[in-house]
């Protein structure tokens, strides 16, 4: 059965942020909890300050909470909970990325539900929650849009993820400008997170005629622009299809699930600190490959939307897939980022623990062809051979400049 989870309303258009006064009072909200990534809250951005006056056009009172750094916590939800509780809020705004509209959506669950355990959330059949809206200002986790939140648990180092319908926020709005200000490094790794999550929802044996819709736009989308805002950050045509097709990919793998790139991807990134985008985008090539014999009618539709020649015979069109992927690694310097975070013997001496986390997470049953152990650990020494060679070939000088 094909079934869509969605929120409430989307919204966007340049500058919609300056709606967010209207659209919050609209669901009853009076004091408002902001999560805000800190750097938006710092000049030259100051988006907080922005945000507060935009609120009180409607006489609303806010409170912006930045305490967090990096993928959110259980610490960072404990934290922030305490503040809620003080302010007394009546709803929850992430605005950022992945993190802060996570971090949001912990909040909106756990103020309303002091007593629940992080195990429990999925055996609700309806989850009591503060108002919920988020503003995103990257363009690659969809979390505006999803029913998932990823927090890290400290007291195990493993990345949860839970799930569940009422996770959705009530209003995603999605406002171009906000992502001007992202460096190329985070464009890049954000659009490559959107474009494996098209990927994935697209290749999971839960993926459905609606959420191949929303694949295969979004990939065409992240294809087409992501090479264009790397470049110019300012193109704001590129930002907007940025932002859609990072909705669009969200819808997809929200409802669709994410296979065994973001498996593996949450363990690296959990056990080195790797930002998200940059570990999935690290372990898509290899895991691609993997999956290759299993899905090639799906990879050979993912090449057309891709941009590959339809002349390409149906084994050229899926390399190309698998090609794409590595090229756009190459020319957005991702081996070279993966290796400010680990070398490859460092990751060598972590493979028992990887692959034990990686198995503890969802997206491996999804993977069209399910992976053993053994599987896993080549995915990650391929990672690492790869890693060798990209070091062996990186100049010094080149990086001392």
Request: with cysteine; net charge negative.
């Amino acid at each position: 059965m094909a079934v869509l989870d969605l929120p409430r309303n989307i919204l966007i258009e340049n500058g919609a942020i300056n709606n967010l006064d209207k659209i919050v009072a609209s669901k009853g909200g009076r004091k408002i909890f902001i999560l805000m990534d800190s750097f938006l809250a710092k000049s030259p951005i100051n988006l907080h300050q922005k945000v507060k006056k935009i609120l009180m056009n409607s006489g609303l009172e806010s409170k912006v909470f930045t305490d967090f750094s990096g993928e959110p916590t259980t610490k960072n939800v404990d934290d922030a909970l305490f503040q809620l509780n003080a302010f007394q809020g009546d709803c929850v705004i992430g605005i950022g990325g992945g993190s802060a509209i996570d971090l949001a959506k912990a909040l909106s669950v756990f103020g309303k539900n002091k007593d629940m355990e992080w195990d429990t959330i999925t055996q609700y059949q309806k989850l009591d929650r503060l108002p919920l809206f988020a503003v995103p200002t990257t363009s690659g986790t969809g979390s505006e849009v999803t029913k998932v939140m990823v927090i890290t648990n400290l007291d195990t180092n493993i990345k949860m993820n839970p799930s569940h319908p009422n996770l959705v926020p009530d209003v995603a709005i999605l406002d171009p400008e906000l992502t001007l200000s992202l460096p190329p490094s985070f464009t890049v790794y954000t659009g490559l997170d959107a474009l494996s999550h098209a990927i994935e929802g697209f290749l999971s044996n839960k993926a459905s005629i609606m959420t191949n819709l929303f694949s295969l736009e979004a990939i065409k989308k992240v294809g087409n622009a992501l090479p264009k805002v790397y470049e110019n950050g300012a193109d704001i045509e590129s930002r907007r299809d940025m932002i859609l097709a990072s909705c669009y990919a969200g819808i997809a793998f929200s409802n669709a699930s994410t296979n065994l790139a973001h498996a593996t991807g949450r363990a690296l990134g959990a056990r080195f600190h790797i930002p998200h985008g940059l570990s999935v985008a690290l372990l898509m090539p290899f895991v691609m490959r993997f999956s290759l014999d299993s899905c090639r009618e799906q990879f050979a539709e993912i090449a057309m939307a891709l941009g590959a020649n339809p002349s390409l015979g149906k084994n050229d069109r899926a390399l190309y897939v698998i090609r794409t992927l590595e090229d756009f690694n190459e020319r957005f310097g991702i081996w070279q980022d993966g290796l400010k975070y680990m070398d490859s013997q460092q990751l060598i001496d972590e493979i028992p623990t990887l692959v034990i986390d990686s198995l503890s997470g969802n997206g491996i049953a999804t993977n069209r062809k399910v992976p053993t152990e053994h599987d896993i650990q080549v995915i990650y020494y391929l990672l690492a051979e790869k890693l060798s060679k990209t070091d062996s070939q990186t100049d010094p000088e080149v990086i001392n400049k």
